[in-house]
Protein backbone atom coordinates (compact mmCIF):
# COMPACT_ATOMS: atom_id res chain seq x y z
CA UNK A 1 0.00 0.00 0.00
CA UNK A 2 1.12 3.51 -1.06
CA UNK A 3 -0.03 6.96 0.53
CA UNK A 4 -3.05 7.64 1.33
CA UNK A 5 -5.73 5.47 0.87
CA UNK A 6 -9.83 5.86 0.68
CA UNK A 7 -12.64 3.67 0.47
CA UNK A 8 -15.23 3.52 -1.07
CA UNK A 9 -14.03 4.97 -4.42
CA UNK A 10 -17.91 6.11 -5.37
CA UNK A 11 -20.90 6.16 -3.00
CA UNK A 12 -24.45 6.54 -3.52
CA UNK A 13 -26.96 7.14 -1.06
CA UNK A 14 -30.10 8.11 0.79
CA UNK A 15 -31.06 10.90 2.86
CA UNK A 16 -31.86 8.52 5.54
CA UNK A 17 -28.92 6.13 5.19
CA UNK A 18 -25.84 6.59 7.16
CA UNK A 19 -22.58 5.43 5.90
CA UNK A 20 -18.77 5.96 6.62
CA UNK A 21 -15.59 6.95 4.43
CA UNK A 22 -12.74 5.69 4.91
CA UNK A 23 -9.01 7.22 4.98
CA UNK A 24 -5.97 5.45 5.94
CA UNK A 25 -2.34 7.13 5.23
CA UNK A 26 1.09 4.73 5.00
CA UNK A 27 3.13 7.67 5.56
CA UNK A 28 3.89 7.82 8.86
CA UNK A 29 2.24 11.18 9.32
CA UNK A 30 0.95 13.21 12.32
CA UNK A 31 -1.71 15.09 11.12
CA UNK A 32 -5.14 13.98 8.57
CA UNK A 33 -7.52 16.23 7.10
CA UNK A 34 -11.02 16.16 5.13
CA UNK A 35 -11.48 17.71 2.98
CA UNK A 36 -15.28 18.51 0.27
CA UNK A 37 -14.84 19.75 -3.18
CA UNK A 38 -18.04 20.37 -4.65
CA UNK A 39 -18.78 21.16 -8.40
CA UNK A 40 -17.67 24.81 -9.30
CA UNK A 41 -16.53 25.84 -5.86
CA UNK A 42 -13.14 25.99 -3.94
CA UNK A 43 -11.96 22.85 -1.76
CA UNK A 44 -13.09 23.49 1.37
CA UNK A 45 -11.30 22.47 4.29
CA UNK A 46 -13.72 20.16 6.80
CA UNK A 47 -11.62 18.58 10.01
CA UNK A 48 -8.30 18.74 10.86
CA UNK A 49 -6.92 15.93 13.30
CA UNK A 50 -3.46 16.36 15.18
CA UNK A 51 -1.73 13.04 17.08
CA UNK A 52 -5.88 12.18 17.09
CA UNK A 53 -6.66 15.29 17.94
CA UNK A 54 -9.27 17.38 16.54
CA UNK A 55 -7.74 20.77 15.93
CA UNK A 56 -9.58 22.05 13.42
CA UNK A 57 -13.71 22.22 12.45
CA UNK A 58 -14.26 24.99 9.61
CA UNK A 59 -18.24 24.81 10.74
CA UNK A 60 -19.20 21.55 9.30
CA UNK A 61 -23.09 20.40 9.96
CA UNK A 62 -23.41 17.85 12.72
CA UNK A 63 -24.42 15.53 9.74
CA UNK A 64 -20.71 14.65 9.35
CA UNK A 65 -18.95 13.10 12.14
CA UNK A 66 -15.20 12.45 11.99
CA UNK A 67 -13.09 9.98 13.95
CA UNK A 68 -9.98 9.57 14.29
CA UNK A 69 -9.09 6.27 15.97
CA UNK A 70 -5.33 6.66 15.26
CA UNK A 71 -2.69 8.53 13.38
CA UNK A 72 -2.80 6.31 10.26
CA UNK A 73 -6.96 6.32 10.11
CA UNK A 74 -9.28 8.68 9.68
CA UNK A 75 -13.23 8.13 9.12
CA UNK A 76 -16.22 10.56 7.98
CA UNK A 77 -19.33 9.12 9.36
CA UNK A 78 -22.34 10.41 7.66
CA UNK A 79 -25.67 10.67 8.51
CA UNK A 80 -29.25 11.92 7.01
CA UNK A 81 -27.32 13.93 4.56
CA UNK A 82 -29.16 16.56 2.15
CA UNK A 83 -28.28 16.18 -1.92
CA UNK A 84 -25.93 19.35 -1.64
CA UNK A 85 -23.58 17.16 0.23
CA UNK A 86 -23.49 15.60 -2.87
CA UNK A 87 -19.08 16.27 -3.43
CA UNK A 88 -15.98 14.25 -3.67
CA UNK A 89 -14.57 14.19 -0.31
CA UNK A 90 -10.94 14.19 -0.52
CA UNK A 91 -8.89 12.96 2.84
CA UNK A 92 -5.24 14.87 3.27
CA UNK A 93 -2.34 13.65 5.00
CA UNK A 94 1.29 15.38 6.35
CA UNK A 95 3.85 15.47 8.72
CA UNK A 96 2.24 17.49 11.23
CA UNK A 97 -0.40 20.11 11.30
CA UNK A 98 1.19 22.84 10.17
CA UNK A 99 0.28 23.98 7.00
CA UNK A 100 3.75 24.58 5.61
CA UNK A 101 3.92 20.78 5.24
CA UNK A 102 3.23 19.46 1.99
CA UNK A 103 -0.57 17.62 2.25
CA UNK A 104 -0.24 14.08 0.30
CA UNK A 105 -4.09 13.58 -0.75
CA UNK A 106 -5.95 10.54 -1.14
CA UNK A 107 -7.88 9.64 -4.44
CA UNK A 108 -10.79 10.59 -2.66
CA UNK A 109 -14.81 9.38 -2.52
CA UNK A 110 -17.30 10.43 -4.67
CA UNK A 111 -20.14 11.20 -3.12
CA UNK A 112 -23.61 11.12 -4.08
CA UNK A 113 -27.13 11.72 -1.85
CA UNK A 114 -30.13 10.77 -3.54
CA UNK B 1 -12.53 39.92 -0.59
CA UNK B 2 -11.31 35.91 -1.86
CA UNK B 3 -8.29 34.81 -0.29
CA UNK B 4 -7.11 33.22 -3.80
CA UNK B 5 -7.98 33.98 -7.08
CA UNK B 6 -7.16 32.02 -9.73
CA UNK B 7 -8.92 34.17 -12.79
CA UNK B 8 -8.31 31.49 -15.80
CA UNK B 9 -11.68 28.72 -15.51
CA UNK B 10 -9.56 26.92 -18.46
CA UNK B 11 -6.53 27.00 -20.49
CA UNK B 12 -5.70 25.49 -23.51
CA UNK B 13 -1.84 24.90 -24.31
CA UNK B 14 0.00 23.37 -27.07
CA UNK B 15 2.03 19.76 -26.24
CA UNK B 16 5.94 21.13 -25.67
CA UNK B 17 4.85 24.64 -25.24
CA UNK B 18 5.05 26.30 -21.74
CA UNK B 19 1.99 28.13 -20.60
CA UNK B 20 1.58 30.19 -17.36
CA UNK B 21 -1.16 29.57 -14.88
CA UNK B 22 -1.77 32.86 -12.71
CA UNK B 23 -2.40 33.01 -9.20
CA UNK B 24 -3.29 36.22 -7.02
CA UNK B 25 -3.70 36.11 -3.17
CA UNK B 26 -5.08 38.44 -0.36
CA UNK B 27 -3.46 38.33 2.78
CA UNK B 28 -2.32 40.85 5.66
CA UNK B 29 0.36 37.96 7.24
CA UNK B 30 3.75 38.60 6.73
CA UNK B 31 4.93 35.17 7.32
CA UNK B 32 2.60 32.91 4.68
CA UNK B 33 3.57 29.75 1.65
CA UNK B 34 1.74 29.11 -1.29
CA UNK B 35 1.52 25.83 -2.89
CA UNK B 36 -0.05 24.43 -5.88
CA UNK B 37 -1.57 21.37 -6.68
CA UNK B 38 -2.49 19.46 -9.66
CA UNK B 39 -5.90 17.10 -9.83
CA UNK B 40 -5.82 14.78 -12.83
CA UNK B 41 -9.52 13.31 -13.71
CA UNK B 42 -8.80 10.21 -11.28
CA UNK B 43 -9.73 13.03 -8.44
CA UNK B 44 -6.91 13.11 -6.44
CA UNK B 45 -4.53 16.31 -5.61
CA UNK B 46 -0.68 15.69 -5.96
CA UNK B 47 1.53 18.20 -4.65
CA UNK B 48 3.91 20.37 -7.09
CA UNK B 49 5.63 23.22 -5.68
CA UNK B 50 5.60 25.56 -3.04
CA UNK B 51 7.01 29.08 -2.14
CA UNK B 52 7.40 30.53 1.44
CA UNK B 53 6.75 34.15 1.39
CA UNK B 54 10.85 34.73 2.79
CA UNK B 55 12.20 32.80 0.11
CA UNK B 56 13.92 35.06 -2.26
CA UNK B 57 14.32 32.35 -5.05
CA UNK B 58 11.48 31.74 -7.22
CA UNK B 59 10.40 27.79 -6.20
CA UNK B 60 11.62 25.10 -8.73
CA UNK B 61 10.40 21.42 -9.40
CA UNK B 62 11.61 19.88 -12.19
CA UNK B 63 9.31 21.61 -15.44
CA UNK B 64 7.83 23.34 -13.08
CA UNK B 65 8.60 26.86 -11.38
CA UNK B 66 6.47 29.45 -9.80
CA UNK B 67 6.97 33.14 -10.45
CA UNK B 68 6.58 34.60 -6.98
CA UNK B 69 5.90 38.48 -6.96
CA UNK B 70 5.58 39.50 -3.94
CA UNK B 71 4.35 42.89 -4.01
CA UNK B 72 1.86 42.71 -6.55
CA UNK B 73 0.48 39.13 -4.59
CA UNK B 74 1.02 36.54 -7.08
CA UNK B 75 2.70 33.34 -7.69
CA UNK B 76 1.59 31.98 -11.17
CA UNK B 77 2.58 28.75 -11.84
CA UNK B 78 4.56 28.05 -15.08
CA UNK B 79 4.89 24.51 -16.83
CA UNK B 80 7.58 24.11 -19.19
CA UNK B 81 7.48 21.70 -22.44
CA UNK B 82 3.85 20.94 -21.86
CA UNK B 83 2.77 16.76 -21.72
CA UNK B 84 -0.40 15.25 -22.29
CA UNK B 85 -0.47 14.44 -19.16
CA UNK B 86 -0.43 17.68 -18.06
CA UNK B 87 -3.92 18.07 -18.51
CA UNK B 88 -5.74 18.33 -15.19
CA UNK B 89 -6.97 21.04 -12.86
CA UNK B 90 -4.41 23.16 -10.97
CA UNK B 91 -5.14 24.46 -7.53
CA UNK B 92 -3.20 27.35 -6.22
CA UNK B 93 -3.24 26.67 -2.32
CA UNK B 94 -2.36 29.80 0.67
CA UNK B 95 -0.90 28.79 4.14
CA UNK B 96 -1.80 31.19 6.80
CA UNK B 97 -0.90 30.13 10.40
CA UNK B 98 -3.29 27.34 10.67
CA UNK B 99 -5.67 27.79 7.57
CA UNK B 100 -5.02 26.40 4.38
CA UNK B 101 -7.08 27.87 1.84
CA UNK B 102 -7.68 27.19 -2.37
CA UNK B 103 -8.73 28.69 -5.16
CA UNK B 104 -11.36 27.67 -7.51
CA UNK B 105 -8.71 26.25 -9.73
CA UNK B 106 -7.76 26.38 -13.29
CA UNK B 107 -8.42 24.16 -16.37
CA UNK B 108 -5.56 23.02 -18.48
CA UNK B 109 -5.63 21.17 -21.54
CA UNK B 110 -3.17 19.90 -23.60
CA UNK B 111 -3.47 19.84 -27.06
CA UNK B 112 -1.38 17.64 -29.00
Known amino acids: ETGVTQTPRHLVMGMTNKKSLKCEQH?????MYWYKQSAKKPLELMFV???????ENNSVPSRFSPECPNSSHLFLHLHTLQPEDSALYLC?????????????FGPGTRLTVT | AQKITQTQPGMFVQEKEAVTLDCTYDTSDQSYGLFWYKQPSSGEMIFLIY??????QNATEGRYSLNFQKARKSANLVISASQLGDSAMYFCAIVEGNMLTFGGGTRLMVKP
Open chain 2, 51 to 56: QGSYDE
Open chain 1, 92 to 104: ASSQDSSPSYEQY
Open chain 1, 27 to 31: LGHNA
Open chain 1, 49 to 55: YSLEERV
